[in-house]
T-cell receptor, first 114, second 113 residues
Framework: DTEVTQTPKHLVMGMTNKKSLKCEQH?????MYWYKQKAKKPPELMFV???????INESVPSRFSPECPNSSLLNLHLHALQPEDSALYLC?????????????FGPGTRLTVT | QKEVEQNSGPLSVPEGAIASLNCTYS??????FFWYRQYSGKSPELIMF????GDKEDGRFTAQLNKASQYVSLLIRDSQPSDSATYLC?????????????FGSGTRLLVRP
């Protein structure tokens, strides 16, 4: 089973709202990732958690705040977003972030900022 | 700058033909290579990974890796209209003290009935 789940599937938020995206996996993976994907572009890495610790932050603006409550869950907290932040937000997981690097993506959250 | 390059396409093939998708990469030291399929509006799905030179087959899919020439390809035999999608090549790279997946821009495949 290579399932990663994400909620919600769609989210519309205003620029002053606070919302959260959620991601869950039950594959025993110890690395989890957030990517952002714009139309007709490849995914762009935002954050990596390895063994529940933030290991990579790709200079993402502070209006995006990741959290890893436990090894199965990953959240992305959103605050004061801009319209250009509208995109597909993808969560992925892999067994670890060094030797085994097959990353499995969730279905994504389609975010629209108005 | 480590790069992964793909022809954006579209690559158009008739149903039943072999579709050949190619990817080149800039880092001679790269070791791990991945192919993802992405349908319009959906998330990427891992369909193949290859770590050793040569061919790796899984059903109708064959990944081919040539490290000397720095290319990796994906062959899809007996192409079906349901194979129409964007195929993303990704390479595991050591950058900024961490491993990261570097994606190509993707090749759009159209399989004509």
């Amino acid at each position: 089973d290579t399932e990663v789940t994400q909620t919600p599937k769609h989210l519309v938020m205003g620029m002053t709202n606070k919302k959260s995206l959620k991601c869950e996996q039950h594959m025993g993976h110890r690395a989890m990732y957030w990517y952002k994907q714009k139309a007709k572009k490849p995914p762009e890495l935002m954050f990596v958690y390895s063994y529940e610790k933030l290991s990579i932050n790709e200079s993402v603006p502070s209006r995006f705040s990741p959290e890893c409550p436990n090894s199965s869950l990953l959240n992305l907290h959103l605050h004061a977003l801009q319209p250009e932040d509208s995109a597909l937000y993808l969560c992925a997981s892999s067994q670890d972030d060094f030797s085994s690097y097959e990353q499995y993506f969730g279905p994504g959250t389609r975010l629209t900022v108005t | 700058q480590k790069e992964v390059e793909q022809n954006s396409g579209p690559l158009s093939v008739p149903e039943g033909a072999i579709a050949s998708l190619n990817c080149t990469y800039s880092d001679r030291g790269s070791q791990s290579f991945f192919w993802y399929r992405q349908y319009s509006g959906k998330s990427p799905e891992l369909i193949m990974f290859i770590y050793s030179n040569g061919d790796k087959e899984d059903g109708r899919f064959t990944a081919q890796l040539n490290k000397a020439s720095q290319y990796v390809s994906l062959l899809i035999r007996d192409s079906q209209p349901s194979d129409s999608a964007t195929y993303l090549c990704a390479v595991k790279e050591w950058m900024d003290s961490s491993y990261k997946l570097i994606f190509g821009s993707g090749t759009r495949l159209l399989v004509r009935p």
